[in-house]
């Protein structure tokens, strides 16, 4: 898998399925610093808040560069820091319309216009023209009609179905109370551009051409509206950013050009390089949308999805897989990732994950319930790849039924013990030092030496004797990440091992990520 995906975990929300497995009773009274919480009930279709691994710099580096996506991998991402948003639209810095231009008379037939339409949307027409000349003659074929004063015309003259598809729109982009033609054709789906024409000085001309990301589909067009509530309309489009990924772009007229409005925020720490692409974005099949959801007056970008796009991993050949919604949001300046919400955590390993991610955002509760969930929680499912592949067996080209996973008391030693570590690194961090000692004398109790938790209890140990010795987090992250890369072995429960390919793969450092300012 490409390299800059393996945070994403992703699965089918058709599939959230419960277990009935009962998960043995552990000794909760020697364990008051892990009070149990009610068991949740079963997983329904809404989606309960989890978050992404795609963190955003408060401030970006003004020498940030824009990645283009290619074929090949690239680095594993490293969080940056953790925005919060202080965005009022109150102090929203408007633009002034720019005074109206003059456009050609309009036209109500203009000579030609069938046979335009034809040429830049019948693709069942057969032509002895070679792309390339095909391409040249729809340009030329769309000016003409436009310049022909027959803007309004072409628009009555596509079919509502353009519309639906994407590919063609009227809007004032430009703020001068003119509409602009923003038409997507080309010789096929897989070589179509979208285009951006506009009034000047009494003839149209491009403003704009936005290609393909991967070369794979036509760009399209979602909307066009306001969403940043600065006066001038934008463009949003959506296409697809690998084979099975959808993105999400928005651009906006800043009075001599179009400008991308989204920032994708990555950091590649073996060069130390602050990077972004230019789109939000979900892995898998999905939808995109514009919302104002938090009612502040701006919209949001809204991607949902999440379902791989070939078979292989729709049924389960590459582990499970989660159903997201991601949310992008309007800054002042960009729109960068605010929130991810994960369908509700189905296996043990996948609640671990999402209460280290819930530790990184410094949701500290969520992250306490999700650790005790992974410990208590008698409704997850374990994981054992041998069942996962002999339920593929009996029932090929069908998700597996998770309901027919069986306890697994070796992940869930593993995984538990690894939840009290957490935990105790948790309080920790919360500066309730007497409660991370309860439940670091409470792990020394109850991990057998030799067992599954043993790892856990190994990193446990050499953060606390890091941390006593000057009461200080990073010293004890520092010690339990040195333990994590002299031993990634213990990684491999966590997520990293088997087939699992659609879930976070952990790295050294994310066992504890105090080792900073005391701040993951």
């Known amino acids: 898998m490409n390299g800059r995906y ?46 992404t691994r795609v ?12 990645l283009v996506p290619t074929e090949t991998a690239t680095p594993i991402l490293t969080p940056v820091s953790i925005p919060v948003s202080t965005f009022d639209v109150a102090h929203n810095v408007t633009r002034t319309p720019a005074p109206a231009t003059q456009c050609p008379a309009p036209q109500a037939n203009p000579p030609g216009l069938g046979e335009a339409v034809t040429l830049l949307y019948d693709w069942t027409v057969e032509s002895s023209q070679t792309d390339d000349e095909r391409l040249a003659a729809q340009q030329t074929a769309i000016l003409a009609i436009l310049n022909a004063g027959g803007a309004m015309a072409l628009d009555r003259a596509v079919s509502a179905d353009l519309y639906r598809q994407g590919r063609f729109a009227l809007g004032d982009l430009t703020g001068d109370g003119v509409a602009e033609v923003v038409a997507v054709f080309g010789t096929y789906l897989h070589n179509s551009v979208l285009h951006v024409y506009g009034c000047d000085a009494g003839k149209y001309r491009e403003l704009f051409q936005l290609s393909s990301l991967m070369g794979e589909g036509a760009p399209r067009i979602e909307t066009i509206a306001d969403t940043n509530a600065n006066g001038v309309s934008d463009l949003v489009v959506i296409q697809d950013s690998c084979h099975w990924c959808l993105a999400m772009q928005v651009f906006e007229w800043d009075g001599q050009s179009f400008q991308s409005l989204v920032r994708q925020w990555l950091w590649f720490p073996d060069s130390n390089e602050l990077e972004y692409f230019d789109y939000a974005e979900v892995m898998g099949l999905g939808q995109g949308r514009v919302a104002d959801v938090d009612g502040n007056g701006t919209l949001e970008l809204i991607l949902e999805g999440g379902t791989p796009s070939y078979s292989a991993a729709q049924f389960g050949g590459e ?3 989660r159903e997201q919604i991601i949310t992008y949001a309007w800054n002042g300046q960009y729109f960068v990732w605010e929130s991810q919400h994960d369908a509700p955590a189905v296996f043990r390993y ?37 069942i996962w592949h002999q339920l593929l067996s009996e029932a090929p080209f069908t998700y597996p039924d998770v309901t027919r996973m069986p306890f697994n008391p070796t992940e869930h030693a593993a995984l538990s013990a690894y939840a009290r570590f957490r935990i105790m690194v ?17 792990l020394l109790e109850q991990v057998a030496p030799g067992g599954a938790g043993a790892p856990y209890l190994d990193l446990a140990r050499a953060f606390w004797e890091a ?8 010293d004890g992250c520092v010690a339990a990440v040195t333990i994590a890369t002299k031993h990634p072995e213990l990684l491999d429960p966590l997520g ?25």
């Open 350 to 386: 996948e609640a671990l994950q999402d209460a280290d991610e819930a530790a990184l955002r410094g949701n500290d509760d969520e992250a306490l319930k999700l650790y005790q969930d992974v410990i208590f929680s008698d409704q997850l499912v374990s994981w054992t790849p041998d």
């Open 6 to 51: 393996r945070w994403l975990s992703v699965c089918v929300a058709s599939l959230w399925l419960s277990a009935c497995q009962f998960v043995p009773a552990l000794d909760q009274a020697a364990n008051s610093s892990l009070a149990t919480t009610t068991s949740p009930a079963a997983p329904t279709s809404t989606l309960r808040p989890s978050f």
């Open 496 to 520: 990293n091992s088997d087939d699992r390919v659609w879930n976070h793969h952990y790295q050294p450092e994310d066992v504890c990520p105090y080792m900073g300012d005391g701040e993951p």
């Open 426 to 442: 948790l309080h920790v961090h919360r500066g309730l030092a007497s409660d991370a000692e309860t439940v670091y004398q409470n």
């Open 467 to 474: 941390y006593e010795g000057g009461e200080d987090i990073r």
């Open 319 to 321: 582990g499970p897989w």
């Open 55 to 66: 963190i955003e710099p408060t401030e970006p580096s003004a020498t940030a560069t824009v």
